[in-house]
């Protein structure tokens, strides 16, 4: 009877442990960090089609994105992955397929494949100059003729954007820190 007790007692710790670690886990997937995969090329070549992420989702309790940052936001039911080229206030312009931002060329030559890409390359209701709202953020695709982005849905509020970019974990020989 005593050995049926010490197994019962072992079992429930068990499940004890086993609750806690589905808890602890709950948590830091829900407050610390997230795992995405990336199902488009808006961001090729910084992260490809296929390519698994985590998300740090603790800068953005305490700060606000700022411009160069990779974020994660939500769109619609989805989420998505760009990178901040304006913040609140910013003067977004286009032409000849360059970002400026409040009158000063941006330089994205280490992130984008080439310069004088960054023209819409569908029709858009979005008008340049374009001027970023209060609390919102103007993000773009680092594959710019392949991204929809807020060349064609406009800023995208600060609410909207939950996490920010930080390291790819697959495939493994491209693992590391995400800029």
């Known amino acids: 009877m005593e050995n049926t007790m010490n197994q019962v007692k072992k079992g429930i710790e ?8 589905v808890l602890l886990a709950l948590l830091f997937t829900s407050f610390i960090m997230s795992h995405n995969k990336i199902p488009t090329v808006s961001m090729v070549d910084t992260i490809n089609v296929g390519d698994h992420i985590l ?18 936001f939500k769109q619609g039911k989805e989420s998505w992955v760009k990178r901040v080229i304006g913040e609140p206030g910013d ?40 001027q970023v709202g209060e609390d919102e953020y103007f993000l773009m695709g680092d594959n710019r003729p392949e991204s929809g982005d807020s060349r064609y849905i406009g800023a995208v509020k600060r609410d909207k954007i939950y996490g920010k970019g930080w390291i790819k974990i697959y495939p493994f020989n491209q693992m590391g820190s995400l800029n």
Do not use: C, M
């Open 14 to 21: 068990f499940i004890k442990e086993l609750v806690l670690a």
């Open 55 to 72: 998300v740090n989702l603790l800068p953005y309790y305490y700060r606000d994105p700022v411009q160069g940052e990779i974020v994660v």
């Open 91 to 130: 003067l977004i312009d286009i032409r000849e397929g360059n970002v400026y931002v409040n009158g000063e060329k941006l330089d994205e030559s280490s992130y984008l494949a080439g310069e004088g890409i960054s023209e819409p390359t569908h029709a858009t209701s979005i008008i340049f100059p374009y």
